[in-house]
């Protein structure tokens, strides 16, 4: 029964492998991840869309191989050697395309952790050869990685995705909610995440549950 929204609670994003729902859209880079010890190079950059499951597919490999996840503007504070000593996963590289300093740190990590025989996971929202870095030996090393990419969602995608966003946020929608959403919204991971975001917080705000109804204004509201 969907519930009456008069609690603010917290999201509780679900990473675990099990909570990773598979379509055309991105079994390739499931395959990949899942098979991360025949990397070539022991590397792999990750790529996708806002809210396409990169973040998630990095947590499952950290559960797979021990691997620590950084923020790769993080990286100008990380102590570069410790990091390097085990598998390591670096999230959205791309952002960092430009900060001189934060190249300088990605690529002797990059160096460092291939050096020491563990492997290495880079997630971008576009390709490498995208990326309008500053550092030529970093640019040419990116670019001689082995990319996966996630594709925008289908309809299974992003009906599985809605239906994980709402779990995240302890939410239950009426059954017939995620497939009007579905039919309504852009078909983009990013869309999805700000719909229920925003039907989170007009349910809250009335005290009603999420329905058809409800997201059929929230869909109408200008802006939105």
């Given at each position: ?11 509780r994003?679900?990473?675990?492998r099990?909570d990773f729902?598979?379509?055309e859209a991105?079994?390739?880079a ?6 991360w ?8 950059v990750l790529t996708?869309?806002?809210g ?6 990095t947590?499952?490999?950290a ?5 620590t996840?950084v923020?790769?503007?993080?990286l ?5 050697p ?5 598998a ?21 990590l990059h160096?460092?952790v ?5 492997a ?37 995608l992003?009906a599985?995705?809605?239906v994980?966003?709402?779990?995240d946020r ?5 059954p017939a909610t995620?497939p009007?959403l579905v039919?309504?919204?852009?078909r ?7 719909v229920?975001?925003r039907l ?8 009603r ?5 409800l997201?059929?204004?929230?869909l109408?509201?200008?802006g939105?």
């Amino acid at each position: 029964m969907p519930r009456q929204l008069s609690f603010d609670l917290p999201v509780r994003e679900a990473r675990g492998r099990g909570d990773f729902f598979v379509s055309e859209a991105n079994a390739a880079a499931l395959a990949m991840i899942e098979g991360w010890q025949g990397w070539p190079q022991r590397k792999l950059v990750l790529t996708g869309p806002q809210g396409a499951g990169k973040t998630h597919l990095t947590h499952v490999w950290a559960g797979l191989s021990g691997a620590t996840v950084v923020p790769a503007h993080a990286l100008g504070q990380a102590d570069i050697p410790a990091l390097a000593a085990a598998a390591v996963a670096v999230e959205d590289c791309d952002d960092i395309a430009g900060d001189r300093s934060l190249e300088t740190a990605l690529f002797h990590l990059h160096n460092l952790v291939l050096a020491e025989g563990k492997a290495a996971l880079f997630t971008a929202a576009s390709p490498p050869r995208s990326w309008p870095l500053t550092l030529p030996d970093l640019a040419s090393r990116m670019q001689a990685t082995a990319l996966a990419r996630i594709a925008p969602p289908d309809d299974a995608l992003l009906a599985a995705v809605l239906v994980k966003l709402f779990a995240d946020r302890q939410l239950s929608p009426g059954p017939a909610t995620v497939p009007y959403l579905v039919r309504r919204i852009e078909r983009s991971f990013a869309a999805a995440g700000a719909v229920v975001a925003r039907l989170d917080a007009m349910a809250l705000e009335r005290g009603r549950a999420i329905t058809p109804a409800l997201a059929r204004e929230v869909l109408d509201k200008p802006g939105a």
